[in-house]
């Protein structure tokens, strides 16, 4: 016999006997037991998500799902397998985990096994070249879901991880912990190369904050370039460089002053020609105080004292 403190929670209780439903969602009909399922269903129509979490600004409509989703960024995992003692962070990871048949999935293109099926299909089409997700609006096709979606964000705007010190927010989550390193100041990329072979910096000094930045500046010591015009053969060791380049051949001047309208193919050249309007005079000699707006009108500048 179970015993309870109050009349309420007896009511309660006896509802999972009788069935009895007397919460009704005025927009759809749907019946509950409790009063709080209603509140957090009515949220489904509402859109409301009161719950945010404080790590990257995602929102949830139940303080449960905010719990669970702080263990992507706490790394706890709290269900363990009573077999071999691996651990998950969700219940229902713990659950398919149990209930799959612990056999190996094996690639037959490279060997790669794989515990799950899913794993290996979806590890398959690396070497196949199939994509099977593809976007409606614009047919783009994506290997994996997960693709997909973050590339329909491209589409629709929606921006859902937002950065708790400056407001920006990015549509992906990736996108947003290399942003928090301008706010940190965190460079965790560092060069192998510098400080080597009489270089002046010294070992580990030349850092970055991005990835992509630290394989551009490898290949100054590489000498690498991947970058090809489909033009003239022309390689460049980053895409930056070869977009521009590129430019020489369409033509296109994507950068225009507001003040005269005329147009370039780079930032930096309608920056200094912005100059001319401003006034500007950046470059002084320390000689005799003569300003320049132009770096090659100081160069070419002497001063006889």
Not at 120 to 128: A, D, F, P, Q, Y
Not at 141 to 162: C, D, M, N, V, W
Not at 252 to 259: D, G, I
């Amino acid at each position: 016999m179970l015993f309870f403190f109050s009349s309420i929670h007896m009511t309660r209780h006896m509802r999972k006997h009788s069935g009895e439903k007397p919460y009704v969602c005025t927009v759809c009909g749907k019946r509950f037991a409790q009063k709080t399922y209603l509140i957090t269903h009515e949220r489904t129509h509402s859109g409301e998500r009161p719950y945010a979490c404080m790590e990257c600004g995602k929102s949830f409509s139940q303080k449960s799902s905010l719990n669970v989703h702080l263990r992507s960024h706490t790394g706890e995992k709290p269900y363990s397998c009573s077999h071999c003692g691996k651990s998950y962070a969700f219940k229902i990871a713990l659950r398919t985990h149990r209930f799959t048949p612990k056999k190996k999935f094996k690639c037959v293109f490279c060997g790669k096994t794989f515990e799950y099926l899913s794993h290996m299909t979806r590890h398959m089409r690396k070497h196949s070249g199939e994509k099977p997700y593809v976007c409606t609006v614009c047919g783009k096709r994506f290997a994996q879901k997960t693709y997909l979606i973050t590339h329909e964000r491209t589409h629709s705007g929606e921006r859902p991880y937002a950065c708790m010190e400056c407001g920006k927010s990015f549509s992906q989550k990736s996108s947003l912990n290399v942003h928090l390193r301008s706010h940190t100041g965190e460079k965790p990329y560092s060069c192998s190369h510098c400080g080597k072979r009489g270089l002046c910096s010294p070992p580990g000094a030349v850092t970055f904050n991005k990835l992509t930045y630290l394989k551009a500046h490898m290949r100054t010591h590489s000498g690498e370039k991947p970058f090809v015009c489909t033009v003239c053969g022309k390689r460049f060791a980053q895409k930056t460089y070869l977009r521009i380049h590129q430019r020489t051949h369409s033509g296109e001047r994507p950068y225009s002053c507001m003040e005269c309208g005329k147009s370039f193919a780079q930032k930096s050249s309608l920056n200094v020609h912005l100059r001319s309007h401003t006034g500007e005079k950046p470059y002084s000699c320390s000689e005799c105080g003569k300003s320049y707006a132009y770096k090659q009108g100081f160069n070419t500048h002497q001063c006889f004292g």
